[in-house]
């Protein structure tokens, strides 16, 4: 709901309120954003205990006006801000107009209430498919520069979250140059306030470090040409103190998937900026007289119920108003991926073996990936060039398709669209087609260029060679992959002073060719990547509901790296593979088990040689498949919460009724002699009684090594023969654990599981629970 009175806006949603006021002088003053607080009576006396009480100006600062001496913008709580005029810190918007000028004066104008979805010209943005959500439109303006600035804000109350973003409208008779337009300021009352932040590298997505900002300014941003890896544009800004469960925390994304900047700016009086947007760093837009430009939407959230609370609202958000389409709560296929089992060395034969293999396991979709066209055998040539290798698929991608389709399995295949080789038809024809300096070497990335998606005639290209590749034969699912980062950013399509704009352009045509190709093919399901994690972001997620959140497969890494992504995104938009050991990404070992049950909280498949496995894995492999069959519904759309995150991990995903739930456990290292673990569950009906079983596993002699001697009658060597040939026919039994307790006790008091393995015995009683050991728990309502 928004309340719009005496000259103060109230945003409320279900459990927050955000409110602001018109000062005299017609700036914003930004009153509150928190949990819900009453606002009772007469507006104008409620919210006198929010407004700032200035007498005198700080000093050294400066008056916004002589008639007001109390009045300092440096020192006050705003919803915008520009350069200028006392307000030093980070700015909204930062304009340099026809007279050289870097002034900006935008004062409230007017106002308007409405009830409908966002509804940005050439970005993405939220929306809802039930009712729209409120929203309410600020309009400023900088009288002396005929410049009109908008501020949008729309209100999702069942998710609390309010989204936000800027639009300037040139008025004037004269081009300005715009070096940003952010799309939030969010200003706090204090300092010390945590900044988190999600930091990587390619196979090492999703790191997280913490800083408290108690002076200065803290950037969170990428220049990648991508949302990226090294820096995503979901943060969180708490109290120091909070924890999983308790206090307060601000959920902060966008709807964008270029370069991004996030600051947060402890000013000289003990109060914090937030602002977010596109990374004004290299950007310098040339909005002549008449145009407009919109900034992307930016996302808040906030909860007083710690992390768990605060990463609920951006879940419950994300689900139902970022990704759209068919598939956004359809069950999402388990998948097998062809790059791990073969690279580039695929083939019509290869890939109908490891359809023939996915299907006996029960997997429901194969995925050719990279090497099916041009004269791809390694990757230096025929990006661009989207026809078949007919050496490798002689019966084409319909050929192909059919064959896969008749063992019973859909079909899907890779592409990477944006993307152009040196060495392909494509750049010879047209070398300008690529982002790039004419006449200038260009810095290389697996020996790839970035197309020119500013050009629409290059867009047009993309549009036509993927909507020839879909319509080849029966595919039914796309990865869609975007290998490189940008260098050398520059369309010699655009003016020397339009080249500030190309990121954002690019984006602007990226978005319109992902919009025209899945509207056109509703039935297939998009999978975003970009080396993995490069561009896991909430405008890719408006198009394609799920992205391959990392090229790392190690179920350690993993385990870690899904724990951080679940801050801000639910476990249906991420995807998560099980892939052969020792790990292609870290030589690690870890048990398949593992590999499942991590893997199984995502959206789920494998990246495998199936047709190299033993009987032993397959039929592993065929009981995971069924396990997760059985609760797909619960392990892609429920609610997820994290548990314990240290040495042990812990993570439980609860039905929407709170009927069923599967709990996780996974162990980094071993800890001698300690034989006692609990495992906690999270997000239960406290008064429900519950039954909590472990999903069973036999265990293999092998895991024992030389240690099986101390109780077998005959001698058996680690390694021989006769320990593979008992490995095979006789296994050791699994602890049972099968409890039934209230969900009160499950989550509070915990659940004290059988020992473990502890150096002094084996039997049916004890858990083997080694090195990156795992269980899964399910707990049903009785
Ligand atoms: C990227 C992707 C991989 C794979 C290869 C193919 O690295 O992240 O999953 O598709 O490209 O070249």
Redesign the pocket.
Known sequence: MIKAEKSIFILETEKTTYAFRITKSGHLEHLYYGRKIALAGDIETAIESLVEKNAFAPGNSLNYTQDDLSFSLEDMSLEMSGYGKGDIREPLVDIVHADGSMTCDFLFDSFKLTKENPNLKVLPCSYSDGVAPDHLTITLLDKYYGLKLELHYFVYSKCNVITRYTKLINESRECVSVRRLLSTQLDLFGTNFKLTTFNGAWTREFCKNETIVSAGKVINSSFTGTSSNRANPFVMVSDAATTEDAGLVFGLNLVYSGNHYECLEVSAYGKTRFVAGMNPEGFCYKLSAGECLESPEAVMTVSVDGFDGMSSNMHKFVRNHIVRGEWKHKPRPILL?S?EAAYFKISEQKLVKLGRAAKLVGIELLVM??GWFGKRND?TSSLGDWKVNREKLPHGVKGLSKKINALGLDFGI?V?PEMVNVDSDLFRKHPDWALGIPDHPHSEGRNQRILDLTRTDVQDYVIESMRDVFKSGNISYV?W?M?RIMSDVYSSKLAPENQGEVVYRYYVGLYRIMKTLTEEFPHILFEG????GNRFDLGILCYFPQI?CS?DTDALYRVRAMTNYSYGYPMSTLTAHVSNCPNHQTLRVTPLSTRFNVAAFGIFGYEFNLPDLGLDELLEIRRQVSFYKKYRELLQYGDFHRGRCDNLHEWTVVSKDKSQAIGLQVQELVEPNTRSHQYFAKGLEPNAVYTFENNPAKVNIKAFGDLINYVAPVHIKNGGMLQSVLSKVYKLPGEVEQYTATGDSLMYAGVKLSQAFAGTGISGDVRFFPDFGSRLYVMKKK
């Not at 990547?529 to 993995?532: Q, T």
Request: overall charge negative.
């Open positions: 991926n790059w990936d990279d990757d890779w990477e990865k992959d290998n990547c970009a080396s993995g391959w090229d």
